[in-house]
């Protein structure tokens, strides 16, 4: 048994019999239906999705659960059990919603658009993925919320409205730049897989990650670190990419070759440029390595991603270095940063009798460096979004 305290994914029954309480006690009736849907962990493949890219995320057993039923009246409510400040609205406010609860009108607000007759409806949510930690709480949240309206309106489900819709809600209402990986993972992940995504192609497949016959765990650390800067930087790499590509006259880096980035002038633009060509490339080796059971290819991978993110890309922050290299020196086969960068967490595989001690070390380097506490989480592959309630 492991001693350390990770933060609990927590069991789908006792989520759901949570949400479905408070719902009751918040709007007085029952709900109609509850949903789950997994926040996420990229394995590798990092801000290549905006540039046409491959990428390979998890979805974490950490979810969001989100209870509905719908209303007589056209009026939306949308509370949280993470959040004060619950939400009410007619459909002309919901795409001017704002603070957390823009994530969920906003994709109430974006069903609409794309043709899905919605009504009033009264939705409460509650979740176990970190909010704010790079794990996609975000998508977690509309994912969650546009599955139980859809299924409580009684419209087939279409998975690629859903994340479509997702992703309007994020980008419009929200306000927050997202390339997509993250609810598509969470709408098509599958149980003991990552998904590779093909952001060119528009397609997804499932790449088996039989991490506990191979003995090993995916360790996330959040480093509880979130730079103000982060969406100033991250708009400032998608402006680099698009003035690499069109410096190398091709419609996205997708399209562009290692030989012809090294011949670019500009620094900056070049060093950029590099990564994304490089990190690409990295998921195609991921998928190999993976197939071969190969574990120490990936983490040679792993390792060479994250030089990449933090030389190149310069992504990375003091304390996502020292949870690697910390991983790393204490046993892990491969870590690396993972998200968006400027903080958030990494990502370790860890021969399962290594975590505790994986763990300790990582606590102790940070100790050591003036850092606050991170916290750590387990990340089996779980499966995508689904109604868990009533038991379908
Ligand atoms: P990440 O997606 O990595 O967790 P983001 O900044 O993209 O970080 O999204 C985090 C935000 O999403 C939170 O600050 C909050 O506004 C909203 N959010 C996510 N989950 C919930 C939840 N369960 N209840 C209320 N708001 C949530
Ligand atoms: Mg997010």
Known sequence: MSSTPFVAAGEPSDLVEEVRAAFAETYGVEPALVTRAPGRVNLIGEHTDYNR?????????????????????????????????????????????????????????????AGIPVPGVDLLVHGTVPLGAGLSSSAALECSVALAVCAAVGVPVDRQLLIDACIRAETEVAGAPTGGMDQTVSLRASSGAALLIDFDEGTSEPVALPLEEAGLALLVTDTRVKHALVDGGYAERRADCEAAADALGVPSLRQATLSSVSAMTDDRVRRRATHIVTEIERVRETVTALAAQDWDEVGRIFRASHASMRDDFEISCAELDVAVATAVEAGAVGARMTGGGFGGSSIALVPVDRVDAVVRAIDVAFVAAGFGPPAHLLASPGPAAELVWPAP
């Open 53 to 113: 890219g491959l990428v390979l995320p998890v979805a974490l057993p950490h979810a969001t659960f989100a209870a509905v039923a719908l209303r007589d009246d056209d009026q939306v409510r949308i509370g949280s059990l993470e959040q004060d400040e619950p939400w009410t609205g007619g459909p002309d406010a919901l795409s001017s919603a704002t603070g957390w609860a823009a994530y969920a009108a906003g994709v109430v607000w974006a069903l609409g658009e």
